[in-house]
C-alpha cells in the first residue's frame, strides 16, 4: 500500500469516509460552514470522564449521540467511500484513485468517524499530486478554514487530541 504524503505539523493517519469535490469559489457555503464548525464544537469539547460518571449522565449522553446521529442520516444519506488520509492542522493528505490539478480548489466532505454520519465541510486548495505504484495519487491540500475566531481553534484541538490518541497507540 503507498505510504500518505508527510505533513508539516501535528497530523494523524486513519480511514475516514472522504469525499473531493472541485468548488467554483473560495470557500463552502455558508450553511456548510456553519455546520462544520458546530460539528467541531461537539468533537473539540473536553472529552475526559470521572472515573465512576453518574449512569443518568452517561444515558442522557447516549441518547443524545443516537438523536444526533438519527438525525444525521436523513441530512447526509450518502456516505463517502472510506479513504486513507492524514490530517493536519493545515493541510490533509489522501490517496484517490483521481488525479487533481495543482492549484485547483477543492470542497473535502470528511466524516470524522467511519460510523458517524456527522460531516465536515472545508474548501482546500490542492498543492500537490504524486503518482503511487499502484496507480493512485497521492494528493496533498492545504485547508482554506473560514475567516471566523472559531473555526480554526476547534478543528486545531481535534487534530490535536487524535494526534495524541495516535502516539499513545503505538
Not at 455558508?30 to 449522565?57: F, H, N
Request: glycine share 2%; hydrophobic share 40%.
Amino acid at each position: 500500500m503507498s505510504p500518505l504524503p508527510p505533513l508539516d505539523s501535528a497530523s494523524f493517519d486513519a480511514m475516514l469516509p472522504l469525499s473531493v469535490h472541485l468548488l467554483s469559489e473560495e470557500q463552502c457555503s455558508p450553511a456548510r460552514q456553519r455546520e462544520t464548525r458546530l460539528a467541531l464544537r461537539v468533537l473539540a469539547a473536553p472529552s475526559e470522564t470521572p472515573e465512576e460518571p453518574d449512569p443518568m449522565l452517561v444515558r442522557l449522553e447516549a441518547k443524545l449521540d443516537l438523536a444526533l446521529e438519527i438525525s444525521l442520516l436523513g441530512h447526509h444519506p450518502d456516505r463517502p467511500p472510506l479513504t486513507r488520509c492524514r490530517l493536519g492542522l493545515d493541510s490533509i493528505a489522501w490517496l484517490s484513485d483521481h488525479p487533481w490539478r495543482v492549484g485547483d480548489t477543492v470542497q473535502i466532505a470528511l466524516s470524522p468517524n467511519p460510523d458517524s454520519a456527522l460531516m465536515l465541510f472545508m474548501a482546500a486548495r490542492i498543492e500537490a499530486q504524486c503518482p503511487t505504484p499502484d496507480e493512485a495519487y497521492a494528493i496533498t491540500a492545504r485547508l482554506q478554514l473560514p475567516p471566523d475566531e472559531q473555526t480554526g481553534p476547534l478543528w486545531e484541538r481535534w487534530v490535536f487530541r487524535r494526534h495524541r490518541r495516535a502516539i499513545l497507540e503505538r
